[in-house]
């Protein structure tokens, strides 16, 4: 097969994305290839923060910055995660059999905000405790 000089000069780009900048401005967080990075937001090194076969995804810091939340796959769907980043404790905090796509904190850092169809016929905004417990549907479509 002859080689295409269109493509000589193409170099791959590493796929980061959904980042997340941490409360003080210091620390930038990121998915690539699977897994959450951080990085100083002054640039440098990233540091791989979590590491699973799963894909984790769209990270997103607490009002702190102690925490973050991500989706992950390792359940086999897209479940909402909570990293502890000074103890390195993981939590999950949704069981649900479909996807579910993370929103945001509450301001207090007390609760995660997701989106999911749990009710199979239309999407709905949901809050879970970030300590755990069932997921409340906080607004629904009213279809």
Known sequence: MDKNPFFDDVVPVPCLHSPDLSPDGETLVFAYAGDIWSVSAAGGEARQVTSHVGR?????????????????TRTGNGDIYVLDLRTGDLRRLTH?????????????GCWVCFTSQRDGLSGAIHRVLVDGGTPAEVLSDPR
């Open 96 to 108: 649900f059999g479909g996807p579910d796509a993370l929103g945001c904190w509450s301001p207090d």
């Open 56 to 72: 984790d995804s769209h990270p997103r810091f607490s009002p702190d910055g102690s925490r973050i939340a991500f989706v992950s």
